[in-house]
């Protein structure tokens, strides 16, 4: 069984929308913060957006804020991430993860994450 599995990416033309979807354990959604990580060819894998246990907070890079939301549904144990206003450089694989916590910028590491997704693919074009 997948702890964590994620769906909805696809191709988009730039200025679109898309709407990521990770359904979690319940275990791993209840205590853990949940977030989304995103790798392009050639680059570093970097944080894009978290939510900690409960709702509580959320986290946002600044590349993506203003566009980007990420959301619980608590009777799924899932957490979305809308992405609004797409542009070229969000071409990535994206990943969600699971930590044990989110506090100060740990949210942004990718050292530190217990449980990864297997990715879904967003491509956008002009």
């Known amino acids: 069984q997948d702890d964590l599995v994620e769906s909805g990416g696809g191709s988009v033309q730039s200025g679109g929308s898309l709407r990521l979807r990770c359904a979690a354990s319940?275990?791993?959604?209840?205590?853990?913060?949940m977030g989304w990580f995103r790798q392009a060819p050639g680059k570093e894998r970097e944080a894009v957006a978290a939510?900690?246990?409960?709702?509580?907070?959320?986290y946002y890079a600044d590349s993506v804020k203003g566009r980007f939301t990420i959301s619980q549904d608590n009777a799924k144990n899932t957490v979305w991430l809308l992405m609004n206003s797409l542009e070229l450089e969000d071409t990535a694989m994206y990943y969600c993860?699971?930590?044990?916590?989110?506090?100060?910028?740990?949210?942004?590491?990718?050292?530190?994450?217990?449980?990864w997704g297997q990715g879904t693919e967003v491509t956008v074009s002009s």
């Open positions: 319940e275990y791993i959604y209840r205590l853990y913060c």
């Open positions: 993860a699971a930590r044990p916590y989110c506090t100060g910028d740990s949210w942004k590491r990718s050292d530190g994450v217990a449980y």
């Open positions: 939510v900690a246990p409960g709702g509580r907070s959320t």
